[in-house]
């Protein structure tokens, strides 16, 4: 028998269930063993705090290879543990890109040397994604890439984005797409409107992603193809996910938590750490994302992970890196929707762990007796002031430096062990 | 025989058919004695206009006219973009201005051989229309199965590659579909349309699962546009997935055999191994054959006219 550990008195988020229990939970062997059964081994007092499924975030740049410092496997990975992360999707959009399996297979080994949190990769779906010529799909896929995405690139010629998915049918892998029409959001960092006009600052309109995601639905509409949109943020984005989720029961669709919590006025006077892709929207946009999180047209919340150093981010806005560090926000700040009431603890877990687990068909993200021990036990209503400086990330661009947020990552586990603990938790 | 031109397959009726073969043997055995033929059918004239390059079809085309004794003249005219609708026309007009009995038209445009035979007095050969029909290639390729298999219905046949583009597959579906037999598509979603799956045949993204019991495999050629395209994303992924090697093989029948209708990609499609193994590969039975099926169906359509 491996170790044995047994939490107690805790509050459990089980998104699978419909209420909360509470009580003792018993891991062992790295698997969850059992639950309400008698304390064996090891005790861990959770003195009423919740106990949750780590977040699995889909999206995460590690800047390796070619920009190690921004971002590296050591960093992101204690980063992730900090912040109640243990699944990390990554994105291919290295330097190199992650576009042939012999990279991938740096990649993969990489992780499994330094990552004490687990890394799912994606790989290009275009060479350099540049959206010109498929890579190896059919390799990559057989060498253990979860899906295949362009990053922030959405394939500009329909015709070859057309080819390449026909070809990844073959394999019912899952294609990660950035719905923004490509020539409508190029050279652009805002979205048009009175702030952009006023700013000076060059946009492009919400169109562009209404256009994306009716492009990208209706050519994976008769495709057996998994469809994934890695970030709808405008109401007639919305609309057209909603249309398309009526027939297509393969196409899903996250959002940044960033977009959910920040409007374009946030931007005010151009801060680049407010610089993302796709840009930050009107605040009506915002507030029609929070009720279809409420709806459940929303699958997943993700962190958008995009470390910058601070010579890509001190620039005049336009110049500046687009992008958002998140692993270690993600969770006090997905908090505030349980907080204010928009969805029970039980719904944020299922859109932070349950179904991004489902998108990249792993089975995580619960706590069902059998599942593998990935688990954080965090205090949902802890007042934390953000400050950048003290990330373990090595890139600190986050939009909520100086924010106030309630909730704090008390304790990481990945496979049975225990990666990351906070001070303030006894055990 | 009855039909005036051979534009794809189902110009053809069994008896036809039949037709084609029988005298195709009578040709083979003379061929294979080096009996010469000539004068058999008096004089007749036989143009071979090749608007795409081509040195196989086109030296098997003329020989076969030659050993029946015709006046046989080739014009490769290399395609270009600005040679389209109304030039061809015009190119038909002067041929036919000179008289022949025969044109073989080969081109890059599906249905200009049609067009061609609209234009024109003469019968009118189809030596490939772009993705359109390769009749005569088909007709060489089951009369080959026959040779080999001892019967020409009831065979498990997997055609693999770039069906989408090949004039070569759509001409023996026609035909081994008329014989009732299996037929069976095996390639990328993308180089194999769900349409084929609409017409009734048995579509295979995973050639393991597309070879597995055949009788006969074929392999068909990847053309270099098609990986210059970006339809497929490597050499290497292409002969993983689709390329013919021992292990694939291994899953048809036991006496299974290979067939390609040429030129080889080594490597991409086929395994050298395979193409070199004279008890598996037919290919170059069917490049013999081709010349007598040629002379048969050249002189069953000169001969129509009495």
Known sequence: MGKQITFINARVIDPKAEIETSGAFTVNDGLIEKRDGGIEGKVIDCKGMCLAPGIVDIGVKICEPGEKHKESFRSASNAAAAGGVTSLVTRPDTKPSIDTPELLEFFKNRGKEVSEVRIFPTASLTKKNNGEKMTEIGFLHDGGAVGFTDGFNSIPDTKIFHQILRYASDFNTLIIGHPQDHFLTKDTSATNGVFASIKGISSGPDTAEKIGMERDTALVSNLNIRYHADQITTKIGLDVLRKAKATNKQLTAGTSIHHILFNELDIGNYRTFFKLKPPLRSNSDRETLTEAIREGLIDNICSMHTPQDEESKRLPFEEAAPGAVGLETILSASLSLYHNKVLTLNELFRLLALNPANIIKKNLGSLEVGQPADIIIFDPDKPVKIDRFQFQSKSQNTPFDGFNLQGENLLTMVKGEIIFKNNSFKV | ?306
């Open chain 2, 1 to 306: 025989m009855q039909a005036k031109h051979i534009i794809q397959i189902d110009d053809l009726s069994r008896n036809d058919i039949e037709e084609i073969f029988s005298l195709a043997e009578y040709y083979l055995q003379l061929n294979k004695n080096k009996v010469e033929q000539k004068y058999c059918l008096g004089s007749f004239t036989q143009i071979n206009v090749f608007f795409e390059n081509s040195t196989r079809t086109l030296a098997s085309f003329e020989l076969a006219g030659k050993k029946l004794g015709g006046v046989v003249q080739d014009i490769q005219i290399a395609t270009s973009s600005i040679q389209k609708g109304e030039t061809l026309i015009d190119t038909a007009l002067t041929l036919n201005a000179m008289r022949p009995d025969l044109l073989v038209v080969r081109h890059s445009s599906s249905g200009a051989a049609n067009l061609l035979s609209e234009k024109v007095n003469c019968s009118v050969l189809n030596a490939g229309d772009g993705s359109h029909e390769h009749p005569t290639q088909a007709l060489l390729d089951f009369l080959t199965i026959k040779h080999r298999k001892k019967k020409k219905e009831g065979l498990i046949i997997s055609i693999c590659g770039d069906i989408s583009h090949s004039r070569v597959a759509r001409s023996n579906i026609a035909l081994l579909s008329k014989f009732n037999n299996q037929v069976r598509l095996i390639g990328p979603s993308n180089l194999l349309p769900a349409s084929f799956r609409e017409m009734g045949l048995e579509t295979y993204n995973r050639m393991e699962d597309g070879v597995r019991g055949a009788d006969v495999i074929m392999m068909l050629r990847l053309q270099k546009e098609r990986m210059k395209g970006g339809f497929i994303p490597s050499r290497r992924e292409y002969f993983n997935r689709f390329g013919l090697d021992n292990q694939k093989l291994s899953l048809a029948k036991s006496d299974a055999i290979v067939m390609h209708p040429g030129p080889m990609n080594r490597g991409v499609e086929i395994d050298g191994i395979i193409a070199d193994d004279l008890n598996r590969s037919v290919i170059q039975e069917q490049v013999e054959i081709g010349v007598a099926l040629r002379m048969a169906v050249l002189h069953l359509l000169v001969d129509r006219k009495g």
